[in-house]
Each structure stands twice: as C-alpha cells, then as structure tokens.
C-alpha cells in the first residue's frame, strides 16, 4: 500500500506505508532540466535532492549521464582575447574569446600556460577558418611574438598590474609615485602623451635610477632595481600598449577585461559547488564556457 507523499515540478513522491521508503511516480526528472538548474540556477547537489525528493547520488547519476555539446566554429572574422585563470597551482583553463561576438571560440584545460598552447590555440582557429584580425594577451614573454603578422595588443590592465607588483598601491619614493601615476593613465590618454611623459619621467629621474651600492658580498648593484624594472617593462612594452590607437579600424580592445570578468563570474558560479572531483568541475566549465 503507497501513500502519496507530495508533488515537485510535477512530479509526485510517494511512501510506502509498511517500509516508509519513498519513491517517485508519474512525470521523471528530466535530466536537461536538472543541470540547467544545477549549473544556470545556482542549485546545489542538497538543494536538488530536497527539491525532487531524491538522493543526493540520484542527482548526481543523472547529472553525470548529461552531455555537454561544444558549438561548431563559423568562418568569421575574430580580434582574439587570450587569457588563463587557475583553480590552485596545477590545474588551469586557456580561454580564447571573440572580441567582436562575446563568443568563447577556444579553451584548454593546462596545468601551465605556455606561449606553446597559446601557439596551438591559435592555429586551430586559422584551420578551422577563422580570419584573425588582431590578438589581446597580458603579454607574458614570447607571447607577444606569436603570429607576427598580426597586430597585438598588450592588456593594459595587466601592464599596470605589473607595475604595482613592483612598486606597490602605495610606494614611498616621490620617483616610484609619479611613475606609478603615469602608468595609471594608459586607459586615459593617447599613445604620443603617454610616450612623451615617460620619456619626460626618465630624463628627470635617469641620475636616480642609475645609483649604485655596494651589496654583502661587494658586488656593485644598483640601488633601485624594482623601479629599474618597472620602468623597463613599460619601455619594452610600448610597442604593444596602443596597437588599438595604431588600428582603429579593427576596434581592438585595450584589456582582456572581457574575458577576465568571464573568469570571475564562472568562479562565483563555482563556488556554489565547493567540493567537486575534478571531471564534475570540468564538466561545469564546459557547459559554463561552451567552447
């Protein structure tokens, strides 16, 4: 003898009066609606469970049986973000991502960005027929060499990060200060203004920059090597900071910041899931990047 027990999206839970076990009946859960719940709706594996009346296990056997299918690439033209983002030290996705549509074209899962998997990303975009008009990266070493026929334009954002690293938010010396502050106005001004208070930076602290001291074991060093170094990665990567200015007609980005902001929306997505083995996680991010 069976004793209806309750209805959930119509479907009805019953309970066995003798053993107490409750089962369901009528209408079954339909496995795409479940994981569009699970991965769109924010619903945790204990949420499914209370809401259809079910093992958490049942939820996951049928959210493991749902396929997650990748669009086909079109032949189109495509200004290209790239960029990685990591979950812990050794597991990480390669994004590629279409300026011009806001479509994820490409991504790896790596345990390290190399300028080797980047290379590789790019050519299956070209061999799939895709017409790359212009590449944006953070610039990383030797990246910026990759395709050299086309234009390449360094993050600015990521530029400035790399300036903070090594001065910090908040540096002491007035030298570090107003160096910082001009690496601020990348995104605020044009290519000539931004080149000519570089130079004009330079020119008045070069006597400053080159100090030199004595360090432990008598080696002559210079004193102020983090700012040394922040000056020279703005001085290195000048040539790649304003290829947007230089190619107005391709409308080029000046960051990644399309793609970063995909990473930290798919990362709060996650976060409702703390917990997963790593092939359920991937399988999150498949569907979540589709791509």
Request: proline content about 2%; charged content about 25%.
């Amino acid at each position: 003898m069976t004793k209806k027990n309750g209805k959930v999206k119509g479907i009805q839970l019953y309970k066995c009066t003798f053993c107490g076990k409750q089962f369901l009946g009528g209408e079954r859960v339909d496995s795409h609606l479940l994981w569009q719940e699970y991965t769109e709706g924010k619903q945790t594996y204990q949420q499914l469970s209370e809401q259809y009346g079910c093992s958490i296990k049942t939820i996951q056997r049928r959210l493991d049986k749902v396929n997650v299918k990748t669009p086909a690439l079109e032949k189109a033209s495509v200004v290209v973000l790239m960029d990685t983002t990591y979950f812990g030290r050794t597991f990480g996705v390669m994004l590629f991502k279409d300026a011009y549509s806001g479509k994820n074209l490409y991504k790896q899962y790596v345990k390290n960005e190399t300028n080797s998997l980047y290379g590789a990303g790019l050519l299956f975009l070209k061999e799939s027929g895709l017409d790359i008009k212009a590449i944006v990266c953070d610039g990383r070493k030797g990246l910026l060499a990759l395709m050299p026929t086309v234009p390449k334009q360094m993050c600015q954002f990521h530029q400035v990060a790399i300036v903070t690293r090594y001065l910090t938010r908040k540096p002491k010396m007035q030298a570090a200060k107003e160096l910082r502050e001009h690496a601020l106005l990348l995104s605020k001004t044009d290519k000539e203004s931004f080149e000519g208070g570089l130079t004009a930076w330079h020119t008045k602290w070069e006597h400053f920059l080159n100090e030199r001291n004595k360090d432990k074991a008598g080696k002559n060093r210079y004193t102020h090597r983090k700012l040394r170094s922040a000056y020279r990665s703005l001085k290195t990567n000048l040539p790649w900071l304003f290829t947007f200015y230089d190619n107005m007609e391709l409308n080029i980005p000046n960051t990644t910041n399309a793609i970063d902001g995909h990473f930290a929306d798919m990362k709060n997505k996650l976060r409702n899931h703390n917990g997963l083995s790593l092939n359920r996680k991937m399988k999150f991010i498949d569907e979540f990047l589709k791509a």
